[in-house]
């Protein structure tokens, strides 16, 4: 099992920065990926940056040149830095990460992005 907390999220202005961090905890040493993945109203979740336990990064292309996913170690905290961000940015921000052979998928609680135009 794999614990996620979520912070940092908040209200920006357009063109502002914010910085998500996740917190694992549990069975840490198992986790092969974690992700960031965001939800607006009425929209499906979507997939944000993903980083791997060897350090390779992914983007959505929305983001990319924006946002940076990163870690102080090799598993946790990661972190979301998001420059230069949008109205269209606004939506509760999810850590997802993935453990385990069968590459078991954990979310935490979430935590809500509004940019302000």
């Known amino acids: 099992q794999v614990q996620l907390v979520e912070s940092g999220g908040g209200l920006v202005q357009a063109g502002g920065s914010l910085r998500l961090s996740c917190a694992a905890s549990?069975?840490?040493?198992?986790?092969?990926?974690m992700s960031w993945y965001r939800q607006a109203p009425e929209k499906q979740r979507e997939l944000v940056a993903t980083?791997?336990?060897?350090?390779?990064?992914n983007y959505a292309d929305s983001v990319k040149g924006r946002f940076t996913i990163s870690r102080d170690n090799a598993k946790s905290p990661v972190y979301l830095q998001m420059n230069s961000l949008k109205p269209e940015d606004t939506a509760v921000y999810y850590c997802?990460?993935?453990?385990?052979?069968?590459?078991?998928?954990?979310w935490g609680q979430g935590t809500q992005v509004t940019v302000s135009s």
């Open positions: 997802n990460a993935r453990a385990g052979f069968l590459h078991n998928s954990y």
């Open positions: 549990g069975s840490i040493f198992n986790i092969n990926a």
């Open positions: 980083i791997t336990s060897a350090g390779s990064t």
